[in-house]
């Protein structure tokens, strides 16, 4: 029998615990938000896994205490180009008004993220990813809710040969290769594609 690795929760009104940045206010506007101030010099990308304490476990790449995840895969790690970092930067640092409705995916359960640092190596925010439930988590937050598509997303790892799991199959296998399997114990049968709520952005 087929297993998937359980992302699909089905609890209303869930919210991820990430840790929370100094900088961030709540109060600023679109003119003086987080990320346009941020001074970000170098961007890193992370592969990670977990075991996963809940159904649903889905656990950024930075812990409460701002500390990287310990199960991150070391060789996989890649530094971004100049030029991709530039790209990022001027993303974050754009604010565009858009009231259109977001999908957002009920699962989440991140094993790629960028982390940005300042030019003293000081950690400034992070993006997890779950390419599988099409979702992404960015923190602090940015105006625009959702500054990144997906597609972009997933063409910047293919550009830096991380791998990728659009599938659980695809991961279960890449899991064994790398002899984690054992590690990620709560592998059980759910729907391939986790049904999808609007979010009113």
Same mark, same amino acid.
């Given at each position: 029998? !087929?297993?998937?690795?359980?992302?699909?929760? +089905?609890?209303?009104? @869930?919210? @991820?615990?990430?840790?929370? @940045?100094?900088?961030?206010?709540?109060?600023?506007?679109? =003119?003086?938000?987080?990320?346009?101030? %941020?001074?970000?010099?170098?961007?890193? %990308?992370?592969?990670?896994?977990?075991? &996963?304490?809940?159904?649903?476990?889905?656990?950024?790449?930075?812990?409460? $205490? !701002?500390?990287?995840? #310990?199960?991150?895969?070391? $060789?996989?790690?890649?530094?971004?180009?100049?030029?991709?970092?530039?790209?990022?930067?001027?993303?974050? %640092?754009?604010?565009?008004?858009?009231?259109?409705?977001?999908?957002?995916? +009920?699962?989440?359960?991140?094993?790629?993220?960028?982390?940005?640092?300042?030019? #003293?190596?000081?950690?400034?925010?992070?993006?997890?990813?779950?390419? %599988?439930?099409?979702?992404?988590?960015?923190?602090?937050?940015? *105006?625009?809710?959702?500054? &990144?598509?997906?597609?972009?997303?997933?063409?910047?790892?293919? =550009?830096?040969?991380? *791998?990728?799991?659009?599938?659980?199959?695809?991961?279960?296998?890449?899991? !064994?290769?790398?002899?984690?399997?054992?590690?990620?114990?709560? @592998?059980?049968?759910?729907? *391939?594609?986790?049904?999808?709520?609007?979010?009113?952005?």
């Amino acid at each position: 029998m !087929k297993q998937y690795l359980i992302v699909f929760y +089905l609890l209303s009104g @869930f919210t @991820f615990s990430t840790p929370s @940045f100094a900088q961030q206010d709540t109060n600023t506007t679109p =003119q003086d938000f987080y990320w346009k101030k %941020a001074k970000i010099a170098k961007v890193k %990308a992370f592969l990670y896994f977990s075991e &996963f304490s809940t159904p649903l476990g889905g656990q950024l790449i930075l812990n409460k $205490k !701002k500390q990287l995840s #310990k199960d991150i895969l070391p $060789k996989y790690t890649q530094t971004l180009t100049k030029e991709q970092t530039n790209l990022l930067v001027q993303k974050l %640092a754009t604010y565009t008004p858009n009231d259109s409705l977001i999908e957002m995916s +009920l699962c989440f359960n991140p094993h790629h993220a960028l982390v940005f640092y300042n030019n #003293k190596g000081k950690i400034l925010g992070h993006l997890s990813i779950c390419f %599988a439930c099409d979702r992404y988590e960015l923190n602090p937050e940015h *105006p625009n809710n959702k500054p &990144f598509t997906m597609t972009a997303l997933k063409r910047l790892m293919q =550009q830096l040969k991380m *791998p990728l799991f659009d599938e659980y199959e695809v991961m279960e296998k890449f899991l !064994k290769k790398e002899g984690l399997l054992s590690k990620v114990k709560t @592998f059980e049968k759910v729907p *391939p594609h986790p049904n999808k709520e609007k979010k009113q952005n």
